[in-house]
């Protein structure tokens, strides 16, 4: 089974998670893609979607999905999103393609958060993935300063905009032992506008796809 199998896998368990007459949080990356085309199958049975990124709302509405303002939202009953680590606690590395801002704001307005991942995103210990962090651009030096300050190695992405016009710093060497320690302490530095780390409040459920099926890690 290819990777790709894996991942369009756990999107389509993921379904089992969205309630009919609800509004559905959709995360960003190859394996939300396959979530958002399975979603299409049931698109009239949901009140509708928040997206986490601009390439996820022009794939749903592609698919004639129904995109809403986040502002416009009382309540989305599951948020469902890859990740590019999470440990057996559903702590997780996020941000590989950038969308990390808004995929926690989505994920904090959702009451579930459903994580859909393969098997190779399972790590005893986050920070092999290099750790993304949106930083406002004027401040770039001055983060990248502090983070080195912190032990980390930060790259600049180079020729990347998020979607709220700013600039992502992807850290490298990390070994994280105290992921909620560590999403607090590069939240507090300056002109950074979020981290990766989903730690403080990680997935609910982390759904898997594996060779031999999907497997809910617990
Ligand atoms: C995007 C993300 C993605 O969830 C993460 O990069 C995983 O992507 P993929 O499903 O393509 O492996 O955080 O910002």
């Excluded at 995360?27 to 997206?51: P, Q, R």
């Excluded at 309540?75 to 590019?84: L, N, T």
């Amino acid at each position: 089974m290819t990777q790709d199998e894996m991942k369009k896998a756990v999107a389509k368990a993921a379904l089992e998670y969205v309630q009919a007459d609800t509004i559905v949080g959709v995360g960003t990356g190859s394996t939300a893609n396959h979530f958002i085309d399975y979603l299409a199958g049931i698109k009239h049975k949901i009140n509708g979607t928040v997206a986490s990124s601009k390439a996820s709302a022009d794939r749903l509405k592609s698919h004639g999905i129904e995109v809403m303002d986040l502002n416009m939202v009382d309540e989305i009953a599951v948020y469902v999103d890859g990740a590019d680590e999470t440990n057996r606690y559903g702590q997780l590395v996020k941000g590989g393609g950038g969308a990390l801002t808004r995929e926690k704001i989505v994920a904090a307005a959702s009451r579930q958060f459903v994580c859909i991942v393969d098997e190779s995103k399972v790590v005893d210990v986050l920070g092999t993935f290099p750790l993304p962090i949106e930083v406002i651009p004027m401040a770039r030096s001055l983060v990248a300063r502090q983070v080195v300050k912190m032990g980390g190695e930060p790259v600049y992405r180079e020729g990347f905009v998020t979607d709220n016009g700013n600039i992502i710093l992807d850290v490298h060497g990390l070994q994280i032992m105290e992921p909620a320690k560590l999403e607090q302490e590069l939240n507090n530095i300056v002109g950074v506008v979020t981290n990766g780390l989903f730690a403080r409040d990680p997935a609910d459920v982390v759904l898997m796809g594996t060779p031999d099926g999907v497997k809910k890690l617990d």
